[in-house]
């Protein structure tokens, strides 16, 4: 399937996945529409060059996320749930 980038009336990304390690791609699926015609092209990329790409377009965000890190602090007892057909908690 050769589609020309120029030709494309109109482009939707319709999902994407995330890795869970460095090796695994990142799956996409884009809805792509050619002279009247819809088609769905699903695709897959490295993570690696994906970043890369970003990078090299300056498509990056400048922010910097913090991760925090929990103090495994005790949580508060468990809420009572009750069944609102029977009037029993569980």
Request: proline share 9%.
């Amino acid at each position: 399937m050769s589609m020309n980038p120029e030709k494309v009336e109109n482009l939707k990304l319709l999902h994407s996945t995330k890795p869970y390690g460095p090796d695994d791609p990142i799956q996409v699926v884009f809805s792509v529409t050619e002279n009247g015609r819809e088609m769905i092209v699903p695709g897959e990329c490295p993570a690696q060059e994906l970043y890369a790409v970003f990078h090299q377009k300056g498509w990056l965000g400048k922010i910097t996320l913090q991760k925090t890190v929990t103090t495994g602090a005790k949580r508060g007892p468990k809420p009572k749930i009750t069944n609102i057909r029977t009037g029993t908690s569980g």
